[in-house]
């Protein structure tokens, strides 16, 4: 099970950190991030390898947004930094046993519920 949390509502310019909780180990898992705006399809924004080192990030979030992970806690972490309006989004956390295609939603074994992230102009 996965439990995101860390949304909330802040203004252009602003950051945040969501967290993604796990209740099982997940040191043997891909862990990604998606988001899903208004109106939108669900988009992959960052995914993580097991080791904590290979990352990949969606283009439009490069130089802003950091993924890592902490495996002794069971937790990854999506950093946002210069959120702007179109970041606004459902942001949803996801396990994935391999990292081949970390894009792809179909991928992913586990979803957690999503945390809201509103970032006014």
């Known amino acids: 099970q996965l439990q995101a949390s860390g949304g909330g509502l802040v203004q252009a310019g602003d950051s945040l950190r969501l967290s993604c909780a796990a209740s099982?180990?997940?040191?043997?898992?891909?862990m990604g991030w998606f988001r899903q705006g208004p109106g939108k399809e669900r988009e992959f924004v960052a995914a993580?390898?097991?080791?904590?080192?290979?990352?990949n990030l969606t283009d439009s979030v490069k130089g802003r947004f950091t993924i890592f992970r902490d495996n002794a806690k069971n937790t990854v972490s999506l950093q946002m930094n210069n959120l702007k309006p179109e970041d606004t989004a459902v942001y949803h956390c996801?396990?994935?046993?391999?990292?081949?295609?970390?894009?792809?939603?179909?991928?992913?074994?586990?979803w957690g519920q999503g945390t809201l992230v509103t970032v006014s102009s």
């Open positions: 996801a396990a994935a046993r391999d990292y081949g295609l970390v894009r792809n939603p179909g991928r992913y074994n586990y």
């Open positions: 993580i390898r097991w080791d904590g080192i290979t990352t």
């Open positions: 099982g180990r997940t040191s043997r898992y891909v």
